[in-house]
């Protein structure tokens, strides 16, 4: 798309004709094109405006419903370390203009520079016209003096004397909670600081069991807390899953507990706002224009209980799609919706994927494997049915050639899973529990081998004939 002299009024056009939904995105302005349509946007007088909702915790105060994740920043290389402070600082002043008020960062993000960039991001703003949330890396904590230093160094990137709502980042493990939070103290020491004002709410972020979630609400008096919650993860109320993430089960434990729920990975790492080609002919034929990333935003945000979704954002179509969806002409889902929407997921679930969210936390690899890209590969192929096989219909030369082309040319040699040597450092990192980063990357490995051999010995056959 060739950009030059385009208008805001020209993109939200484009949006209203329906071309960044199922058929197409804005990824095609340059970061100049970005810039200029931000610029423009700023001269609006009258910005459409986010939803907002009372927040129990905190009675005559409303936040936005549309939380700016800090997750997948702006950035300027590959190793998500330079942050692209112009673009984001633009990003983040058109939700605001829009009614966002509410930032998430965590101390890991992109290398511990998330909290920096929203501490410098955010100082043009007055303190109280915004809420911060901020987390302790559990996995990091070693002592109570760690939890201690975390605390006051996060408090100095993010450059506040207070965090709106303060979290006990990725409860994943029942003995490493029991261990970190427990034994050490470092959950009564968040307690003080919450009675000396430098935290304002107490929760956690969540990606455990349901009887770890049981004990914590059991045991320990919350404000709030974040979970997972998207429609691949949920479980309806008579569903009794023997494994995996049971996001609906959640959902209703805190909403039984009065705790107001935070959402992450509305869109389960962008696999919500891509599903598959047939899946996205089932919504097409229901609403043509609306996005597959509102779909899945409303799903979530229909839920009474939920407070604020939180989506990463560093697109501009991200940014303008999510502030479209939750404004305050924000359309709850019907029974008529969850019926066209369930018969679209039917659709995207005949083709199972590796369940990567793409959050990088596995990143860097020590052995340089791209973790996140290679399992984004393959779920072009798994997600479309569209892998290689020895009979039936893609049982293909072309298909195998076009699968081996594309490994070639989407992940370098020296990143590929056959450098993976099961080191398990990615596994200490990776927040999710649903699935093993190693044995699928050995997986991948033995069956692109799989795939090159049979095209090989195909080649050869009809070479000879």
């Known amino acids: 798309m060739n950009d030059r002299g385009i208008t805001r009024r020209r993109i939200l056009a484009f ?3 329906g071309a960044m939904g199922i058929g197409g995105s804005l990824y095609g302005l340059s970061r100049a094109g970005v810039i200029r349509f931000l610029d423009e946007d700023a001269k609006d007088e009258d910005p459409v405006q986010l939803q907002r909702k009372p927040y129990p915790p905190e009675p005559g105060r409303e936040i936005s419903r549309l939380g700016f994740g800090g997750i997948r920043l702006p950035i300027l290389n590959r190793n998500d370390s330079e942050m692209d402070y112009e673009l984001g600082q633009k990003l983040v002043d058109y939700g605001v203009r829009h009614g966002m008020n509410y930032f998430d960062t965590g101390w890991v993000y992109h290398h511990g520079q998330g909290e920096v960039f929203f501490g410098k991001v955010l100082k043009k703003y007055p303190r109280e016209s915004f809420m911060l949330a901020d987390k302790m890396p559990t996995w990091l904590v070693h002592s109570l003096d760690d939890a201690k230093r975390f605390f006051k160094e996060q408090l100095k990137r993010c450059q506040v004397e207070y965090f709106d709502n303060y979290l006990l980042h990725s409860i994943s493990k029942f003995d490493e909670f029991q261990n970190v939070y427990e034994k050490m103290g470092v959950l009564d020491y968040l307690k003080e600081e919450k009675a000396r004002g430098r935290i304002r709410h107490l929760g956690f972020s969540f990606h455990s069991t349901v009887p770890t979630m049981e004990y914590l609400l059991e045991k320990h008096k919350w404000d709030f807390a974040l979970i997972m919650l998207n429609c691949l993860e949920w479980d309806d109320e008579n569903e009794h899953r023997q494994s995996g993430y049971r996001a609906g089960t959640l959902y209703r434990m805190l909403t039984a507990k009065n705790l107001p729920v935070f959402v992450m990975e509305p869109l389960s790492g962008g696999r919500v706002a891509t599903l598959n080609s047939k899946a996205k002919k089932v919504l097409e034929a229901a609403e043509l224009g609306r996005s597959l990333a509102s779909w899945g935003m409303r799903f979530a945000a229909s839920l009474p209980n939920v407070q604020t979704l939180l989506s990463g954002m560093n697109k501009l179509d991200q940014v303008v799609d999510n502030v479209r969806t939750l404004s305050t002409d924000f359309e709850q889902m019907t029974k008529q919706d969850h019926e066209t929407y369930g018969r679209a997921l039917a659709e995207y679930h005949k083709y ?17 494997v791209l973790i996140p890209e290679t399992f984004a590969w393959y779920n072009s192929f798994a997600g479309e049915g569209l892998l290689p096989a020895d009979a039936g219909p893609n049982d293909s030369q072309a298909l195998r050639r076009k699968f081996l082309v594309s490994y070639n040319n989407t992940i370098p040699p020296l990143a590929r899973a056959n450098h993976c040597i099961n080191c ?16 699928e990357m050995e997986k991948i490995e033995r ?19």
């Open 424 to 439: 398990r450092k990615c596994l200490m990192a990776c927040p999710q529990w649903t699935f093993r980063i190693p044995v």
């Open 352 to 368: 199972p994927i590796i369940p990567c969210t793409m959050c990088r936390y596995c990143m860097p690899c020590p052995y340089g």
């Open 447 to 465: 069956f692109v081998a799989h795939v090159q051999s049979q095209y090989d010995v195909k080649k050869s056959v009809k070479s000879t004939c």
């Open 15 to 17: 949006l209203t004709a």
